[in-house]
């Protein structure tokens, strides 16, 4: 356990000592938000402010994981270095979307198409490398079941089950893009969510079923290969996110841009994945889920009527222009995703008292 408290500390302290440097570097660089003409008025005071901020979390979470390795003398798991993967290389991605819009002043970034193939090189690559590495019972990082609090029907078959990760890592790193859209929303929503999965992932590992504590029911144990890394990593992010939400919240400082939204995405798609709690993620991540409905909601209404069902897609904007101010909107929504994690963890746990 002590693994997860050095975890959280390393990643909070070296974002809250390290994301003013990186604010200094790409101010001397020039590296500043690209703001929509068609946005909100008021936002138009956040022009130049330094993006590409998620490399500070981005680096804070590796360098804490591993950190916390060494202090504990604890080994890396193949789960922990696949989540990581999947973090950095959606990360990645976004870095090449957040350059080119600054440095070649081009606001939609990378091409579709190649912002899509890079998308799919990464998740793929995860997917595939997730049903390798079995350990000694068997369990491999990730599961060809769907699964919502644990494992439950029948196997997809690994052709299927690429398809379906997919899916889930472009949802929710679109829609952590989709929510970056006030300062400190999404990273304030993304703390809530990390720490779930770190209460998951010491909860699935006091319940495993190699602790050989519950063999006489096998409904109450969970077959997680490495849930106490899953958690440790959780603990990572959680403090890495807090330390940069100093410098995020309002007014920014920095904006994670897409560096940061598309690895909290993807590494959010990693955890539910090797947690086993694909379907949980929907509720866990309740705030990025409603966010993206409005966006298919208002595109979707425009194209069949005509009509727009609310002021301004995505959601938060829609609120803004109705008068509420944006500390308002960020409070709110952060409260409306609480309830969210909190509605979640009790399903979580429900599904274990009800199988114990």
């Known amino acids: 356990m002590k693994q997860i408290l050095f975890a959280g500390v390393i990643g909070l302290f070296l974002t809250l000592v390290g994301t003013p440097l990186l604010i200094k570097l790409l101010a001397r660089k020039g590296y500043g938000q690209y703001i929509r003409d068609d946005g909100p008025r008021t936002h138009g005071s956040k022009r130049g402010t330094p993006t590409m901020g998620g490399i500070a979390f981005i ?28 973090m950095v290389g959606m990360g990645l991605v976004g870095f090449l979307d957040d350059y ?48 919502f609090i644990t494992d439950f029907g029948w196997t997809i078959g690994p052709v299927l089950f690429v398809v379906w990760a997919l899916f889930m890592i472009l949802a929710m790193s679109n829609g952590v893009n989709l929510t970056d859209g006030l300062d400190g929303l999404a990273t ?25 504590e519950s063999l006489t029911n096998p409904g109450a144990c969970y077959e997680v290969r490495d849930p106490l890394d899953l958690a440790v990593i959780a603990s990572a992010l959680m403090g890495a996110c807090l330390g940069f939400l ?51 909601i208002q595109v ?49 746990y429900a599904g274990w008292a009800a199988d114990k």
């Not at 998951?200 to 006091?206: L, N, T």
């Not at 909190?342 to 399903?347: A, K, P, Q, Y």
Request: net charge positive; aromatic share 12%; hydrophobic share 50%.
């Open 246 to 296: 100093w410098w995020n919240t309002s007014p920014a400082k920095i904006f994670m841009g897409d560096t940061g939204s598309l690895a909290l995405g993807g590494v959010l798609a990693g955890l539910a994945i090797c947690s086993r709690t694909e379907l949980l993620i929907a509720l866990l991540g309740g705030l990025f889920v409603l966010i993206t409905m409005s966006v298919v």
């Open 100 to 147: 080119i819009k600054i440095v070649k002043r081009r606001s939609l970034g990378l091409r579709a198409k190649a912002k899509m193939a890079g998308q799919l090189i990464v998740g793929i690559s995860f997917a595939v490398l997730s049903l390798q590495f079995s350990d000694a019972r068997g369990n491999t990082p990730a599961s060809t079941k769907l699964s």
């Open 300 to 348: 979707g209404s425009f194209r069949m009527t005509g009509k727009r069902v609310f002021r301004m897609a995505p959601l938060q904007h829609h609120f803004e222009l109705k008068g509420w101010s944006e500390v308002l909107v960020v409070v709110r929504f952060w409260i409306i995703q609480g309830i969210c994690v909190i509605v979640g963890l009790g399903l979580f």
């Open 188 to 212: 304030g929503a993304s703390v809530l969510v990390f720490g779930a999965y770190t209460f998951i992932g010491v909860w699935q590992f006091q319940e495993s079923c190699a602790n050989g």
């Open 59 to 86: 680096f804070a979470t590796v360098a804490a994981y591993f950190l916390s390795k060494v202090i504990t003398g604890y080994t890396p798991t193949y789960s922990g270095l696949l989540v990581l993967g999947l």
